[in-house]
């Protein structure tokens, strides 16, 4: 070899590693995740979601959890979370806000920190402050609002903390058997051309962020999927993170072998996109005492009956457990498979926006005519009370119902009633509570709501305050691909319930007919067309580095707040008893497949939230140590309270096991933990256990597999 070549060879092989370095370079952001426990008071509280004052806690399932990702390219910093609630609401943000600044001084902030809720329908309500949201909960909730803003800060401040240098990839799956539409008639009224272009009448694309850190070890994903977290249905009692939840906690066993819900490194966020019109409940709505199949347009049944959909599975568990399975299935096939590296800057912009004071054209896709149209105050048509087929409403109330009937409205004014410019701004909805005109005692629903955009690489997600149908998602989703001239309407991600919660968003022709999401969206027929006018237009904001004011600020209401839930007074324990004792002991032995209940005396779940601990344990005796198996946060478990005294104060807990197929043989006990309130406010803890029984290794047959997590994700034809 001539020295000439020698040199020639150091020379090209130097460049070819700087070549590699510098895509390294390109690549890499800083990025960091976390998760930390918001669950509410899970008992004698609400649920946020059917609006049924009679859906209150009895106990708990699974737990919820803020699932937190930070990403920084060394010029801007986005933080995301998807928290197991309801949805996001403008004052639990602000209070995060605050805390955060009073240890970071800036670094997060309104422009950056975007907040997505999965909205499950099985949490505690009452954070949400606006008055028609906090209705059924008889007001303001101080401990769900507290659990929230304290728990989703602390999962920021953790990821936080686990800042590493690293790099993010774009994957995507279709989800089948998991999700229909449940307004398939509001789906057809929109053009046919339109629809042409979709091969489904709801979004089965799930899209998955990646996060790894320099090396390639995995440190979380984010997969965003538009489904209703309505498996578990209005009957339940239980809080419970429903099917979204249950699939972010199945990814995390797998990705943490050993380790208990919400304590491994690998953080799994599974977040709501377009949803508004889609069910979890695929065997679809029928009339509940005949069978027969319910109306197509109002959703009604003759006699009365309801018209209510059901899940895949047996019961809502069952049922739960499926649409998770399926879900969380085709998240880990998206994560083993083909992938696309994420490159470039990172921009977030943020504005306020009151929808009842903007205009735009619309153009009438019917027939090409363009006119001006505005936003109007909110309002709640009739259809609204009529509810959906995953959990209808009370009273008589039919959906696609665009009359109005003289005692309603008579009930109506006696509140307040629409003035006649509202009344022709909503129409065709008749109006049943015309909230943008209610203010007393305070502001009903919001007037003025966040809206954001995070720019990452070659993706967008587009924070919206609200639940966007299938079709007003796509819409949207197409707008800004064309805006920014992106590859696919898969690189636009619509992070759904983000900042602020405002209802529904339908398209106009949607709108039209006035099925349970047309008579919830509140802005009046053009709702989404002043949606995807204000993004396109902070888009090209963007683009064009030109200024954008931060926008009307939002009611400030929290010293205007009711709350009519009683605290706890005091706890006591039967005479002769102490908290903690064992009222129902186990049976002496059980098998696999086997339900083991233990009942304790016990203190007020309310007294002590547990957060990052449990209200129950699991455990097998290993040796001479007592190894916990199951928490409160598992599948296998459940956590049930019972008041057997409201004027003694005492109460009971009930700690249930569902023995799984792959159980150890041996010796196990239950043990639960809790607090009990003396009379004079003094609160102190307690625990109790159980008698030892022995769990045999002879099964009993068992349609589930051992590991929980089969039910494979078949392809629709």
Request: aromatic share 10%; net charge negative.
């Amino acid at each position: 070899m001539t020295r000439f070549t020698f040199l020639f060879l150091i020379f090209t092989t130097l460049l070819q590693v700087t070549k590699i370095s510098s895509r390294a370079a390109e690549s890499l952001y800083t990025i960091g995740v976390g998760i930390a426990d918001i669950t509410g008071p899970p008992v004698e509280v609400a649920f946020m979601g059917y609006a049924r004052m009679d859906q209150r806690g009895d106990g708990l399932h699974l737990r919820q959890f803020s699932r937190a990702f930070i990403l920084d390219d060394g010029h801007e910093r986005f933080v995301f979370v998807t928290a197991d609630c309801g949805m996001m609401g403008t004052g639990v943000r602000e209070a995060i806000l605050k805390k955060l600044e009073s240890s970071y001084h800036g670094l997060y902030n309104e422009q950056n920190v975007m907040l997505s809720g999965t909205h499950t329908h099985s949490a505690p309500g009452g954070f949400l402050m606006h008055l028609i949201f906090d209705l059924n909960t008889m007001g303001f909730v101080p401990e769900t609002f507290t659990a929230l803003v304290d728990g989703i800060t602390l999962s920021i401040i953790r990821a936080h903390d686990r800042l590493t240098g690293g790099r993010l990839f774009m994957a995507k799956g279709e989800v089948f058997g998991a999700s229909i539409n449940r307004s398939p008639q509001s789906y057809l009224q929109n053009p046919p051309q339109e629809r042409a272009k979709y091969k489904d009448d709801v979004d089965k694309t799930l899209v998955q962020l990646q996060f790894e850190d320099s090396s390639g070890k995995p440190l979380g994903a984010i997969s965003w999927f538009a489904v209703h977290p309505v498996s578990m249905n209005n009957t339940n009692r239980l809080v419970s993170s429903d099917n979204m939840g249950f699939a972010a906690l199945l990814f995390e066993k797998k990705m943490n072998p050993g380790s208990f819900p919400g304590k491994g490194e690998f953080v799994a966020g599974f977040a709501s996109s377009n949803l508004g019109d889609v069910s979890p409940n695929v065997r679809g709505p029928r009339c509940s005492v005949s069978g027969e199949p319910c109306d197509g347009v109002s959703s009604s049944c003759p006699n009365g009956d309801a018209c209510v959909a059901a899940g895949p599975g047996q019961d809502m568990f069952d049922s739960t457990k499926l649409i998770a399975k399926r879900i969380f299935n085709t998240a880990w096939e998206v994560w083993k498979g083909e992938r696309e590296e994420v490159r470039g800057r990172i921009k977030v912009i943020h504005q306020f926006a009151d929808l009842s004071k903007m205009s735009t054209t619309y153009v009438d896709p019917s027939n090409g005519l363009e006119r001006m149209v505005e936003g109007c105050l909110p309002a709640m048509g009739y259809s609204f009370a009529a509810g959906t087929t995953d959990g209808p409403g009370s009273f008589s109330f039919k959906q696609a119902t665009r009359t109005t009937n003289a005692l309603w409205n008579a009930f109506r004014n006696f509140i307040t009633g629409p003035s006649s410019k509202q009344v022709e701004c909503q129409s065709p909805k008749p109006i049943l509570l015309a909230t943008g005109e209610m203010n007393f005692p305070f502001e009903w629903q919001p007037s003025v709501v966040s809206t954001q955009l995070a720019f990452v690489g070659q993706f967008v997600i587009v924070c919206v305050p609200g639940e966007f149908t299938t079709m007003a998602g796509r819409r949207l989703r197409r707008t800004l691909q064309q805006t920014i001239n992106l590859p696919t309407e898969q690189h636009v991600i619509i992070a759904g319930l983000c900042n602020t919660y405002s209802d529904y968003v339908t398209t106009p022709e949607e709108y039209n007919l006035q099925r349970y999401e047309g008579a919830s969206t509140i802005y009046g027929p053009h709702t989404l067309t002043l949606y995807m006018h204000h993004y396109k237009r902070m888009v090209v904001s963007s683009q064009q580095k030109s200024h954008l004011d931060s926008g009307p600020r939002p009611a400030q209401l929290l010293n205007d707040l009711i709350s009519l839930i009683p605290p706890v007074l005091y706890d006591r324990s039967p005479w002769f008893s102490s908290f903690g004792d064992v009222v129902v002991q186990p049976p002496s032995e059980v098998r696999p497949g086997d339900t083991v209940q233990v009942t304790f005396v016990s203190g007020h779940p309310r007294n002590n939230l547990k957060h990052g601990e449990t209200y129950l344990l699991v455990e097998r005796l290993v040796g001479d140590d007592w190894v916990t198996i199951a928490t409160d946060a598992d599948w296998e478990t459940k956590f049930m309270w019972e008041r057997t005294s409201t004027l003694l104060g005492t109460s009971e807990a009930k700690v249930e096991w569902i023995i799984p197929g792959d159980a150890e043989p041996g010796d196990y006990r239950i043990r639960h933990f809790g607090h009990s309130k003396y009379l004079f406010g003094n609160i102190e803890p307690y625990n109790g256990t159980s008698k030892i029984f022995k769990v045999l290794s002879d099964a009993i047959e068992s349609k589930e597999p051992p590991n929980g997590i089969s039910d494979t994700n078949t392809k629709e034809e």
